[in-house]
């Protein structure tokens, strides 16, 4: 260790937007498989729950991609604008009745300039100076996807789309049209989102069959122990099997959570950087100890999304106490299930037994809006997804599974629901 500066911590684990090399795993060699898939001509589908390492992996195996942030509320027009902002290229785009395209772009930098020049034949274009930048006013038409698709094989480039759960079904189907014109054009995209049943895409347009791969990001137990012996190898530390199994546990197949428990036991036994001699960790009391912090530290994010559903669910006096008694049976299921998918069946005979007035089809409507009761102001906080093609829910956010598990929790769904037996008790004598 002499002559170098000792790494620490937080170089090693935590979550983080880069990624740290010490702790990063490739786990069933995907980063070979994805490799391998992007020197293919064909679409790429990156499907796992938040935290589970997606961005990690793009950004491993890819540089310098286009990446568009999906958000509640988005639109295809959407996304096309900001990829081509990305590029220097103002977009005016609106899409027609027919589903095409119309509109005008302007370049505001030289690779823009540029781009446009050579759509247009390599034409030469002058620029001014102006604010430090080169801006030219470059106008150009268009009445389809193949002028956006262009300006992307253009700059040798490849558009990466974050977060395609955000989307609503009719964006997502929109989408996945465009995709199959994508592909016609040599367009080829990284689509990165959380979805629990295979081949989402294919589910939205057939007609994408042979033209997207489908990469899950799952974690197996053994790919979390390489976490520590990897992370634990930099910092000459050795976690013990105990604790491995419990931190495990808890993160819930997620490896996210699990690079936060990790570096948060350090913080709680003091351990700030790398050791001079080696040391076991095993004191499960800093675990959880960690944990239970862990889970403090989420309350605000939680209550602020059961703010929002329970204003949301009182703003829909039609079908409040559908939402009210969905949610109570949701919160409710376990850890497993929600991993996994709750299916629609299963929610209805739970809530059908709370409230026999109910129905199937009511509460499948009313799931189909579920996602937009979790919106924020920035068109964010999805903590519970629903999979419109399997008809399940399932946790986008898998730490609210270790804040159920490490803090008392008491939801509002109760309340709204005893304001719905009243309203409809006092509707019932007034109507007697």
Known sequence: MLGRSRKETREVFGVSNEILPDSYVDRGRLDEELQRLLARSTHVALRGESKCGKSWLRQRVLEDAITIQCRLGKTCVDIYRDALSGLGIRLELERTEAGAFSGRAEASTEVGISLLARLRGGVSVESEESHETKTAPIGEDFSDLRFVADLI????????????????????????????????????????????????????????????????????????RKVFERGGAALNLRFSEVLQDRAIRDCFENVGILQRLILSTLDELGIDEEQEEPLEIGEIEALDSAAMAYAEQLNPLYQQFAERVSGGIRSRSDSTGIYAHAMAVILEASDEDLIRGVKLDRIYEKAHNRESRIQKGNLRIVLEKFEGLQEDEGGRGLVLGYNESTREISAVDRQLLLYRRYSTVKWPWEELIEEAEAEHDDFKVGND
Do not use: C
């Open 153 to 224: 094989k253009a700059s040798d480039r490849r558009l990466v789309i974050e977060d395609f759960h955000y989307l609503s079904i009719e964006e997502r189907t929109k989408l996945a049209f465009d995709l199959k014109a994508l592909w016609d054009y040599g367009v080829f995209v990284i689509i990165v989102g959380v979805w629990s049943k295979q081949n989402m895409l294919l589910y939205l347009n057939p007609d994408l069959t042979g033209r997207v791969e489908e990469v899950a990001i799952v974690w197996s137990d053994d790919d979390l």
